[in-house]
């Protein structure tokens, strides 16, 4: 596969759309965002751009329709503006008149960022580069611009018009942040290095499922260790009660349908860890209950099971953590997956730490050391470029580079 860089396309003088993953986790309460990781992290590749003269217009991706977290991108570009320290106009549109009038008549060298991309509903389309091409948001953008440079790693797992449509129809290269994720993740993919061991919690069920799949059928990890949503329905498909309340909330989050996925890698002896215990709410207070014992409604693994995983974490060589085993939002639940994000930094192994609610719990780490830990920007995308999948983003790097070789 080619990934052309910023090294092989040099963009100068031009104006430039940048798709970047600013995706960030948002307090429900206060609609702020509680973590600018990812903020920063593309700093690199604009103030490059941007030094080379380039007009740079950064669209981005911000929650899901329907959830708290969907929300504009006028905070971000605040706290981009600081980390950049420079202007970051931000732009409420994505490609209408008013924004197309800004980018027709922006500066070069000066900065713009959209709004969520994902208020235009033809971006939720999972569809080939192919199809994407011919979207209405990549017709009515690339004209505007000469190049287009996708910085998005932690979304190239996602086959939609910003990621994958415009690598057909402008000049393209990946940014610094996808450049250097897939060269760092690439170098870990070493089956000597094991055992390896994959922690995964958080909310998104079907990808953690589709991953966990994945790792059990190219055999790449020795122990699957769960927390989060997923642990739950591990926990149901393995025939435990959870309680109406708990199986409420998976049918909330719609991933009941799933049980027999689950079930179905249980019994074929794949190597997944169920919690043992678990922390619940309960009337308002905390309490720890077993799992075979569930009353309350579940927000975070418990003590034992920490224990248990940190004792698989103490022997890998190579230690994935992705998702949060609680509701980390409330720091009440938070404790697990600090403990074990602790224990997997102090071991001798490589650690790559993906997704922004587990990186957020980074802060108080101290002083990471690069050459042991790999601080990824993305979540389900790092796990999947890890099991090995083909991730569309990169594809349409790849095409694009090809293209622009024939010609
Ligand atoms: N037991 C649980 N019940 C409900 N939500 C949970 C549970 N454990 C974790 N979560 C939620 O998962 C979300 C993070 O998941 P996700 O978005 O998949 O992670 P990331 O952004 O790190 O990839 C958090 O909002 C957290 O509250
Ligand atoms: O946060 C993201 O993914 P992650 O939670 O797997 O790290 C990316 O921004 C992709 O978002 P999406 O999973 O809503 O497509």
């Known amino acids: 596969m080619v990934i052309p ?63 708290s977290d969907f929300i504009d991108l006028e905070e971000h570009s605040r706290l981009l503006q600081k980390h950049l320290d420079m202007e970051v106009e931000f732009v409420g549109d994505v490609m209408g008149p008013y924004a197309r009038e800004k980018i027709k008549n922006m ?58 449509g415009f690598p057909l129809v402008l000049k393209s290269s990946a940014g610094r942040v996808m450049e250097r994720e897939v060269s760092a993740l690439a170098k870990v993919f070493n089956p000597e290095d094991s055992p390896k061991i994959f922690i995964m919690g958080g909310g998104k069920v079907l990808d953690s499922l589709r991953i966990i799949e994945n790792l059990v059928k190219r055999r790449l990890a020795d122990r699957i260790l769960t927390g989060g949503l997923i642990a739950e329905l591990f926990a149901v498909a393995k025939g435990l009660d959870l309680g109406k309340e708990n199986l409420q909330v998976l049918e909330k989050a719609g991933v009941l349908g799933l049980i027999s996925r689950a079930r179905k890698l249980l019994l074929s002896g794949a190597p997944v860890e169920i919690p043992v215990d678990f922390k619940v709410e309960k009337g308002g207070q905390v309490h720890e209950e077993p799992a075979n014992k569930v009353t309350g409604i579940i927000k975070d693994v418990g003590s034992t099971t920490v224990n248990i995983y940190s004792s698989f974490v103490r022997d890998a060589k190579v230690i994935v953590m992705r998702g949060p085993m609680g509701v980390i939002e409330d720091e009440r639940f938070r404790e697990s997956s600090r403990a074990l ?10 650690v790559i730490i993906g997704g922004g609610h587990m990186i957020s719990l980074l802060g108080g780490e101290g002083q990471i050391d690069k050459s042991k830990v790999h601080v990824s920007t993305g979540g389900g995308a790092l796990l999947l470029f890890l099991a090995g999948e083909k991730l569309p983003a990169l594809e349409a790097l790849d095409m694009s580079a090809k293209e622009a070789m024939k010609a």
């Not at 090294?7 to 031009?14: P, R």
């Not at 994000?341 to 490589?350: D, F, M, S, T, V």
């Open 5 to 67: 860089t910023l090294d092989d396309v040099n963009f100068t003088n031009s104006k430039v759309l940048v798709r970047i993953d600013i995706n960030s986790p948002v307090d429900s309460k206060s609609g702020k965002l509680l973590d600018d990781s990812r903020i920063r992290a593309h700093v690199e590749t604009v103030k490059e751009l941007v030094e080379k003269g380039n007009g740079v217009v950064l669209v981005s991706h911000q929650g899901r329709p329907g959830d």
């Open 341 to 350: 994000l602790k224990n997997a930094l102090e071991n001798q192994g490589y």
């Open 107 to 164: 500066k070069l060298g000066s900065v713009i960022l959209l709004d969520n991309v994902r208020f235009v509903s033809e971006e939720l389309i999972e569809a080939s580069p192919l199809q994407h091409a011919k979207s209405y948001l990549v017709r009515r953008l690339s004209p505007l611009f000469q190049g287009y440079v996708n910085d998005a790693f932690a979304a190239s797992h996602r086959s939609q018009a910003s990621l994958v």
